[in-house]
């Protein structure tokens, strides 16, 4: 089955540390996404990256930091920076980043800190 | 960055069409109309999209205005599993922008 896998579904850390949330991809797709959602508020991208080696800020980048060392796996570091972690992590992929291509969105993980 | 209008809930009865409006008075001549939607706790989900023509697939149609500032998604007979918040999202033509999700509009489907 292809899809995009996130893990965990649920985490929990304590302040002042660094969190990685993985995503994976097996749609063979060139361009994937991070997004933050906060309660009963849309998605906010945090960064995204069109191609292997490449990524892009979004509108929060401020405290997290990403890579993309290979086509399927695109993992979020949220670091002691972020002054607000605690929210649903959403990670998303796309053929390519273009008008017409559709997001496939993986199904989340929850991120709480303490 | 041009941006979406939606209302922030609508209900409807089971089994009858559903017509969720979207405003975007200043898209541009490149961009998709995009609509999404998301379940609790999960992530959204891709429903269609369009750029100047009228639109069918599998789970909706879209009606695009004739001037494109405005957009409308038709469910055709709304399920319990309809229920959702959908979203309406414009997109350029080339990406290289910034995926911009509004609060929605929260769709309750009454028995």
């Known amino acids: 089955d292809g899809g995009i896998t996130q893990s965990p579904k649920y985490l929990f850390r304590k302040e002042g540390q660094n969190v990685t949330l993985s995503c994976e991809q097996n749609?063979?797709?060139?361009?994937m996404y991070w997004y933050r959602q906060d309660p009963g508020q849309g998605l906010r991208l945090i960064y995204y990256s069109q191609i292997v080696n490449d990524f892009q800020k979004g509108d929060i980048a401020e405290g997290y930091s990403v890579s993309r060392e290979k086509k399927e796996s695109f993992p979020l570091t949220v670091t002691s920076a972020q002054k607000n972690p605690t929210a649903f992590y959403l990670c998303?992929?796309?053929?390519?980043?273009?008008?017409?291509?559709?997001?496939?969105f993986g199904p989340g993980t929850r991120l709480t800190v303490t | 960055d041009a941006k979406t209008t939606q209302p922030n809930s609508m209900e409807s009865n089971e089994e009858e069409p559903v017509h969720l409006p979207c405003n975007h008075s200043?898209?541009?001549?490149?961009?998709?109309i995009h609509w999404y939607r998301q379940l609790p706790s999960q992530g959204p989900e891709y429903v269609i999209h369009g750029l100047t023509s009228n639109v069918n697939n599998r789970m909706a149609s879209l009606a695009i205005a004739e001037d494109r500032k405005s957009s409308t998604l038709i469910l055709h007979r709304a399920t319990l599993r309809d229920a959702a918040v959908y979203y309406c999202i414009l997109r350029g033509i080339f990406g290289n922008e910034k995926l911009t999700f509004g609060t929605g509009t929260r769709l309750t489907i009454i028995p």
């Open positions: 200043t898209i541009s001549g490149t961009d998709y």
């Open positions: 998303a992929s796309s053929i390519r980043d273009r008008g017409l291509d559709e997001q496939y």
């Open positions: 749609l063979n797709h060139d361009a």
